[in-house]
């Protein structure tokens, strides 16, 4: 009896507000050796890569006077929450950035490892975790400049959690960026319907529309937590070439960047590129990864 006391006591505190949804990590389990096949289930991620990683990078170099060249994110600590095979951890690493990748589901982590232990650079600046966002926050509060949380609130249980466990683990002035999908009739048609079921671009069953995320509901409830929301911008993958662009809708897919508040004032002159500018940029920078 008093075991079962114990284990009564204890289960709440252990499953009550996870984010982490155990139907999604069996989807994600299934599919956890076809991370790097870049024509395979996660192709659309992999040129993903060709706009995300120039606009976490320059969005961060905007911020600092500190330019490492050839590591231009050297000296940056980054959480890649939900890593997956590690496709965006990688770039970043390469980038100089000190990364920690965390994903509840093993194999991913397993799949992860075994990729970066091909490249002595990357083995050595990033470490990968089988662990939930929650489980890391008592050790690592206020441990991260970045947080990039890519493709990931879509499939989390609880975001409200999520966010204020993103800002637990965040420095003060630290930057999180998100990439999602937006909740319109467009994004069902085109998102569910068009990739899952006529075209195969993701898996069928990936993503739930009722979990989609609008901006509105995303940038409030960062700014109910402490987080100065900075940019917002459309993001649209074309099927036929195989590659995202940024546009200005952000009735599909969009990116976030947003600031944890600080003790210190800070100049918001330099905060965010113009959407003109990113799409300069990252036309022009090609990618790391």
């Not at 507000?17 to 395979?40: I, P, R, T």
């Not at 970045?146 to 890519?150: D, G, L, M, Q, R």
């Given at each position: 009896q008093l075991s079962l006391f114990r284990f009564t006591m204890k289960r709440p505190f252990s499953t009550s507000?996870?984010?982490?949804?155990?139907?999604?990590?069996?989807?994600?389990?299934?599919?956890?050796?076809?991370?790097?096949?870049?024509?395979?289930e996660y192709a659309a991620l992999h040129s993903m890569n060709d706009i995300r990683v120039p606009f976490i990078r320059d969005t961060l170099l905007s911020m600092s006077s500190n330019y490492h060249l050839g590591n231009p994110l050297s000296g940056i600590k980054i959480l890649d929450v939900g890593c997956g095979g590690g496709l965006l951890s990688e770039p970043l690493g390469r980038l100089g950035a000190s990364v920690t990748g965390i994903d509840p589901v093993e194999d991913n982590i397993r799949t992860a490892d075994q990729h970066k232990s091909f490249d002595p650079v990357l083995a050595k600046r990033i470490q990968y975790k089988s662990s939930s966002l929650e489980e890391i926050v008592e050790e690592s509060m206020?441990?991260?400049d970045?947080?990039?949380?890519?493709e990931v609130v879509e499939h989390v249980a609880d975001l409200e959690t999520f966010i204020k466990c993103c800002s637990q683990v965040l420095k003060p002035e630290g930057s999180l960026f998100i990439t999602t999908i937006n909740k319109t009739q467009l994004s069902y048609v085109l998102g569910i319907v068009v990739a899952e079921k006529i075209m195969g671009i993701v898996p069928e069953g990936t993503h739930e529309w009722e979990k989609f995320v609008p901006p509105e509901e995303l940038e409030r409830l960062l700014e109910s937590n402490g987080f100065s929301v900075r940019t917002v911008n459309g993001m649209l993958y074309n099927p036929l070439s195989g590659s995202w662009s940024w546009v200005e809708s952000t009735s599909l897919n969009y990116a976030v960047h947003a600031v944890k508040s600080g003790a210190r004032p800070q100049s918001h002159a330099t905060d965010t590129l113009p959407e003109t500018d990113i799409q300069q940029r990252s036309a022009t920078a090609g990618t790391a990864g």
């Open positions: 507000h996870s984010s982490v949804d155990s139907k999604e990590m069996k989807k994600f389990q299934l599919l956890a050796h076809k991370w790097w096949d870049e024509e395979g206020e441990t991260f970045v947080i990039v949380a890519s």
